[in-house]
């Protein structure tokens, strides 16, 4: 099963790599990870996902409290948790297609970041899912490039104490 | 006060109150070695290798229950220094290493001894730093010693470049660190121990299964309070061999790979373990799936990681063992209440089972065998006062399990987890520079001292005399041995020969004490004159080859499937 962590780091030198190596030395392999900075300049935040057992994931989160540089994990769970991702689409476009690519994007909320002869660029920002469907539909039109930040999160406004993960 | 890096350094070790680090000076250390010339109360101990240093500093750490340290150079002598690091790490050794890094300005331009020895060491340290500015220099020491020796102990490294040590600062020890990542448990939460005792109280057939952890802990006396209290059987690990007298009446052996039967069968045949510093390791428990099925399982670490790793555990308690295990015997004590605990008849039985299966070899023949070796320095060594055994890797560590008994917290020092050879000689020179009145004894292999014995120059020349016996069986033992049991007795590259290197002359020429030891007449006489020399010595016991170690649990074998001896002719003879 996926399960999307949220990671609070100190922002110094070689904290992101520590705590990557060591979903690298216990074997387990991150989906996705997504690391920016917070509402403190000495603290980022790493939203990663990884696919794992309930029982990994215990052991995950206590083996990543152990790095010094580690100052909180929560797991984000499905409903608690807003997630939002962006993604840049490079899609073929000659002009006669144009009009209905561009009509696509509206439904989704998609921009037009770029446009070129034959190409279009588009940025979209939404739930990881909305991004997946549409990826999905314009990819008969040729993909020719295509980046995502991969996910980040934060728990619900709506959810007033965050449920902190019990520790055995 | 106005200093350099290398001038903070010092300082912070003075105030950490080392007394002596391990290292071997090079380039990029040079400014820290310069601060040494100019005048320290830290002794420096000159090893003759990066690895003997690093190994040095973890006998001393774990003969004093302090923090080693160990000091090298950029590039090659900060890799010498992984084996010890990797050690360190498996056996939860608290250990700071200082080592030199180029200039700032050189930094991943692949400069002459640059490597990258935070990046190499990141899976094996609890934190390592680089060093930027000097000004970070004197908190990032004192938080290198806290996280050292704070929750579960380990190695950390900090890697200065030249320039740092060069650069002046107004040096001040900060009295408190600044790590808020860094949060160890301070004690047990009282309904887990609450609930232990509950269990405690009512089983019928407890063992405590008792890892290296009490001895970091300082917990010895605890533990033993608590199995007098509730007269719990007690069996250590080979990381916590001394953590329980072992001539006690509760103690009843170490368990694992080649444990006594009685041992194993205490741990797979009880229906309460209580793990107390321990973690399952594969030599310990056999096939996993397994070991002792069925058995309630109470799980004491300081490492929260540690609990529901490898076994669930039924009632897990995550704090500092001290404490823990002080709650617990009282706690134990008001559920008994006076009345004696119901555990005389499990107690009987593992009796039973102990005289039933003794620990034994093969004595025909006029060979030297090892097991002799070790029973003999056993005897001449029961009447000492403070005697500290150190081993390397292999047969002969595993004898020096069965056949040594340990009464004391901190009397036997060997390389349990990351199973390193050539730990024992050099690990007995920090033990002796921790400890300079016991009698310190390094047990080695003829495999193992070859790869550390440059060190005898230490030991000589630092004067921190150590005896060595070498169980010389020319072979890479434990290789053979595997080779024999399970490749179809194809021996592939393990044969050394006892006679190359001529192990006396060499001792010899390093200015140590040689004697070697062909017969068992000869055994006594040698290790008396070793032992009463005051003197590094070694004595080479050129014991008879293709001996095997048992009991074994095969590997990948449950533990209650152990080969109790092997009675095929000619293996044990």
Sequence with gaps: MIHTLSVLIENKPGALARVSQMFARRGYNIESLAVGPTERPDVSRITLRVDCAQGSLEQIEKQMHKLVNVLRVRELTRGEAVERELALISVNAPPERRGELIALAEVFNARVADLGPDALVFEIVGRPEELDSFEELVRPHGVKELARTGRIGLSRASVATPQRRQRV | MVTTGAGAILRSLEAEGVEVAFGLPGGAILPTYDAWALGTTVRHVLARHEQGAGHMAEGYARASGRVGVAVATSGPGATNLVTPIADAWMDSTPLVCITGQVRSSLIGTDAFQECDITGVTMPIVKHSWLVQDVEELPSVMKAAFHLARTGRCGPVLVDVPRDVQEAALEFRYPDEVDLPGWRPPERGHPRQIAAAADRIAVAERPVLYVGGGTLNAEACGELRALAEGGRLPVVTTLMAKGAFPETHELHFGWPGMHGPKWSNWAMNKCDLLVAVGARFDDRVTGKLAGFAPGVEVIHLDVDAAEIGKLRRADVPVVGPLKPVLRELGAALAARLDGRPPRTEPWLRQLEEWREQFPLRYGESGDTLKPQR?????????????????????????????????????????????LGTMGYGLPAAVGAKAARPDATVVCVDGDGCFQMTCQELATAVLENLPIVTVIVNNGYLGMVQQWQNMFFGERLSQVHLTNAVPNYAALAEAYGALGLTVNTEDELEPALEEALASGRT?????????RQEVFPMIPAGAAALDLVEYEEKAGLVS
């Design chain 2, 373 to 417: 070796v070790l029973e003999t320095l056993q005897e001449l060594t029961a009447s000492r006062n403070d005697v500290i055994w150190t081993t390397g890797v292999g047969q002969h560590q595993m004898w020096a399990m069965q056949y040594l008994l340990c009464d004391r917290p901190r009397s036997f020092i060997t390389s349990g987890g």
């Design chain 2, 537 to 545: 010595a070694v004595v080479d016991a050129r014991v008879c080859d």
